[in-house]
């Protein structure tokens, strides 16, 4: 979206709120309420290194208390021949995307919420069931949800799951980055089964210097961009890959926060009361103003 | 000597050949709502990871909101510009609104995962969040819109208050609370009413705002930052049809003259309304370049098209001649052409625009939602129908009263 369209909009909230003045547009950054922690952890994903064993899907089940299954079960591939996404059965799959040059391998890509800096989930719930730890995990919180799926719709990446066969307590299901093994100094299971390290887990800050790093030594191995640098404003998880990345399917999505736009117009409408209160104020003038004409009228 | 007219209970008889007709549709829609407690939201609906939100949340809450929008645009124009000779649509239309949000609210809760949850919002806040304002908004006016109702309350029951066997002795105190709670309402109405127009532009707007944050996912031709405004001047602008719609529907089924001289008059205000709307509609659409999605026939641009040009630019080319304005017929049809307008718009908005980046499926409501849909809007226009008989709600030809306007506000300052 253009940068003018949200500054000409903000000028029309502005006579959404009948003319008052006061209203500054503000610059669109997402209000960040939750700690970004400086030492927040991330995990690079090295597409060129994942050969598709799908262990972390096991892994993963199996850390999440789901039905896992025996891991030989996994080696197989046909389920490749369809495109996968994480349910509320498996928080996280890979996917495999042939390469058009047939003498390369394919690529694997394993894909799983990609705990934003600035989760629009976290921006949108209606009762604030969702948090950005300090570990950088995006964590939702079954006390609070209320199942009305906004956070669905918010996702830029298509991530959070809904239990639909559930009549009673359904969750919204999503990778929670392994927050109960990090909190006690393990690993993420994903992470910790991965038999090629595809997956390293470390501080974000530093995985970027890594990844910088890996471009630049091999330049014929990865194309110079890192998945979830920058983002919808920066993710815990990113990508590296040897293919563009709509290719592999990624969304192809901005470097502004997904909240951003929503948020400033919510805070232009609301901007301490102001507006509401003025309208109140202009509506009950009008209403007082045509009172009087009326006895006028009488008299 | 002409006859007054005066809201009053209607006296005729309530079932009616077309009365079963929603009689049944709302049992039907009952039976689907029983099925999804049972089963989960998915025994019933076609909705699934890629679409979160289906027809009961584009049509039953979006649509709803809107199309009770008559409430507040009459409360706006009879109590705040304070036009007496509308006061003969202000009850009906209050009536309609309260019966629609209250539906948007049931809807609502049918479609949460946790309805037994749905209290949370009001402690557990999220000021980011579009979805909690509204909510919180709506919960508000609901109650607002129920505290306008009760004068007609009062009305119907002071005097007259007749409670069965033992409790018959407590009808003098019922009565005289009654009176109090009359008088105190009386006084501090205005409040109340000026909330109502507030409220109803802060969640009619912010409606629109709920699809901004899905960005990308949202096609270009109705993702706009101007959402919000759109939503708000369409919301106005489908307040008077409805109000015209409703009358003319139910002065057919109860056998009254159509009040035809007041809905031509609300049909002036319509154009300029919808021409305003039509100008933002084409002016965003041009400032952010969109009309190249419509050079190819997809169904985002062929649902476009009939948004505006069928539910927007011919009824308000029909609001602008005289004719049509004057003629019951020709008000019906303009009336019902803005309406589908707007179920157009709200559809698109929330069903037909979204499209997530990882679509295997397309979603198509199922036989069960759209049951659910009807058997609710069946049981609105059952319970319409018994509360006019019950409350001096529609205005017709009294004989021997004087002129009345107690419900009109007094009392400001
Ligand atoms: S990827 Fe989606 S679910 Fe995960 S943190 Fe970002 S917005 Fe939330
Ligand atoms: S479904 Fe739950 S977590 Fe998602 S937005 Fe609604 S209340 Fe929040």
Redesign the pocket.
């Given at each position: 979206m253009l940068k003018q369209d949200r500054r000409s909009f903000l000028k029309t909230s502005a006579l959404i709120g009948a003319g008052i003045t006061g209203l500054k547009s503000k610059d669109t950054k997402a209000q960040t309420r939750h700690v970004i922690s400086e030492d927040r952890m991330g995990v690079l994903v090295d597409t060129t290194v994942c050969i598709g064993c799908r262990k972390c899907e096991w892994a993963c089940k199996t850390a999440h208390d789901l039905p896992a299954g025996d891991i030989e079960s996994y080696e197989d591939r046909s389920v490749y021949e369809k495109m996968r996404r994480p349910d509320d059965k498996a928080l996280t799959v890979v996917n495999e995307y042939s390469n058009p040059d047939p003498t390369k391998l394919p690529t694997n890509v394993k894909v799983q919420?990609?705990?934003?800096d600035e989760?629009?989930?976290?921006s949108a719930c209606i009762v604030g069931a969702?948090s950005?730890d300090e570990s950088g995990s995006?964590v939702w919180d079954t006390e609070k949800c209320i199942g009305c799926r906004y956070?669905m719709i918010?996702?830029?990446?298509?991530?959070?799951a809904f239990e639909y066969d559930k009549a009673l307590q359904p969750d919204i299901k999503?990778?929670d980055f392994c927050i109960e093994r990090t909190t006690q100094g393990q690993l993420p299971a994903c992470v910790e089964i991965c038999p090629v390290e595809a997956l390293t887990y470390g501080r974000r800050k530093d995985l970027i210097e890594v990844a910088r790093k890996k471009i630049k030594n091999y330049p014929d191995r990865y194309i110079d961009s890192i998945l979830g640098d920058t983002e919808?404003g920066g993710?815990s998880w990113m990508y590296l890959s040897g293919r563009d990345f709509q290719e592999l399917d990624f969304p192809k999505l901005g470097e502004d926060p997904?909240p951003g736009v929503s948020e400033s117009i919510q805070h232009g409408i609301f901007a301490y009361f102001v507006p509401p209160i003025s309208l109140y104020a202009l509506l009950g003038g009008v209403m007082w103003l045509n009172k009087k004409k009326e006895k006028s009228k009488e008299e | 000597m002409e006859h007054f007219m005066k809201p009053a209970p209607i006296e005729k008889k309530y079932f009616t050949p077309g009365v079963m007709v929603f009689v049944v549709l709302a049992a039907i829609g009952l039976v689907f709502l029983a099925i999804r407690f049972i089963g989960g939201i998915g025994a019933v609906t076609n909705l699934d990871n890629q679409h979160p939100w289906g027809i009961w949340i584009g049509l039953d809450v979006a649509l709803g909101v809107a199309l009770a929008a008559g409430g507040f645009t009459s409360a706006a124009l009879g109590h705040i510009w304070h036009r007496e000779h509308y006061h003969a649509i202000i009850r009906p239309a209050l009536l309609t609104a309260l019966l629609g949000y209250t539906f948007v609210a049931v809807s609502v809760a049918m479609d949460l995962g946790r309805y037994y949850y749905i209290w949370h919002p009001l402690i557990m806040w999220n000021g980011t969040s579009v979805l909690f304002e509204v909510g919180i908004c709506v919960m508000i006016y609901l109650t607002v819109l129920y505290i306008e109702f009760l004068p007609i309350v009062a009305e119907r029951f002071i005097g007259r208050v007749n409670l069965p066997g033992l409790l018959s002795r407590l009808n003098k105190t019922v009565d005289s609370l009654l009176r109090a709670l009359d008088r105190g309402l009386d006084k501090t109405m205005f409040v109340f009413i000026i909330a109502g127009v507030v409220l109803s532009c802060l969640h009619q707007s912010s409606l629109g705002s709920l699809m901004i944050i899905a960005g990308p996912k949202m096609h270009p031709l109705w993702q706009t930052p101007i959402l919000p405004l759109l939503f708000l001047l369409s919301a106005i602008g489908v307040g008077f049809p409805m109000v015209i719609f409703e009358s003319l529907i139910s002065s057919r089924s109860f056998g009254l003259k159509p009040e035809t001289p007041i809905l031509t008059n609300l049909g002036n205000i319509i154009g300029p309304i919808l021409g305003i709307y039509l100008a933002f509609k084409i002016g965003d659409m041009v400032i952010r370049q969109t009309f190249v999605y419509l050079t190819t026939i997809t169904t985002e641009s062929v649902m476009y098209a009939i948004e505006i040009v069928i539910g927007v630019i011919v009824p308000l080319r029909m609001f602008l001649s005289e004719q049509v304005r004057k003629s019951p017929a020709g008000l019906f049809i303009a009336s019902s052409l803005v309406i589908f307008g707007v179920f157009m718009n709200r559809l698109n908005t929330f069903l037909v625009a979204y499209t997530p980046p990882y679509e295997m499926t397309t979603y198509f409501p199922s036989v069960g939602e759209i049951a659910v849909t009807v058997g609710f809007i069946s049981i609105e226009v059952l319970l319409y129908r018994l509360m006019v008989k019950i409350f001096p709600v529609i205005s017709h030809p009294q004989k021997d009263v004087a002129p009345q306007t107690k419900f009109s506000v007094r009392g400001m300052i």
């Open positions: 919420c990609m705990h934003c989760p629009a989930c976290l969702f950005k995006v956070c918010a996702c830029p990446f298509q991530i959070p999503k990778c919808v993710t997904a | -």
